[in-house]
């Protein structure tokens, strides 16, 4: 049996009262070039040491889909146990860090995260806003694993 997408059933009923489409006709690739990118998280890290005057080094997987204009951008950090992204501010004032909201999900592992003053312990399926203007970092602090998180962040630039 041909695999129907729901998306190409949608599309079909659509276009009304055309001819109802068949399996082969809807399983037809479409001739145009994608009109999208798939960037694998599992390939393209780059490793940078002492990010934000952190410790250790951190694996980084910057998603760039292909340079296309969005209004947040996306990371990996990989975190090896000992290591940390340092604690910084990003705000309207400092051009070299940029005035960015993030968001911080784990992945995976343990760790410590600090906003302004507060520290707390975080783990897989957290998810931490650090608005404009906070201090913010965080650390590995499982003794055997990595920390995985993936970023979201923000550019607060006024327009």
């Known amino acids: 049996m ?3 997408s729901r998306r190409k059933i949608l599309a079909a009923a659509a276009l009304g009262a055309m001819a109802a489409p068949t399996a082969a006709t809807l399983a037809t ?3 145009r070039p994608a009109r999208y990118k798939l960037e694998r998280a599992s390939e393209g890290f780059s490793r940078f040491q002492a990010v934000h005057e952190g410790l250790g080094s951190i694996d980084v997987k910057l998603f760039d889909f292909a340079g296309a204009a969005a209004p947040a951008n996306f990371l990996i950090y990989d975190i090896p146990v000992g290591a940390s992204e ?3 501010l990003h705000n309207l004032s400092d051009p070299k860090l940029g005035p960015y909201e993030e968001y911080y999900y784990i992945i995976e592992g343990r760790g410590r995260m ?4 507060e520290k707390f312990a975080v783990a897989a399926g957290d998810h931490i806003f650090a608005p404009l203007d906070s201090w913010r970092g965080i650390e590995n602090i499982d003794p055997d694993a990595n920390l995985k998180i993936f970023l979201t962040y923000i550019d607060r630039s006024p327009s």
């Open 2 to 4: 041909d695999d129907i």
């Open 29 to 31: 690739p479409p001739s």
């Open 86 to 88: 340092g604690i910084h």
């Open 114 to 117: 600090t906003i302004d003053a």
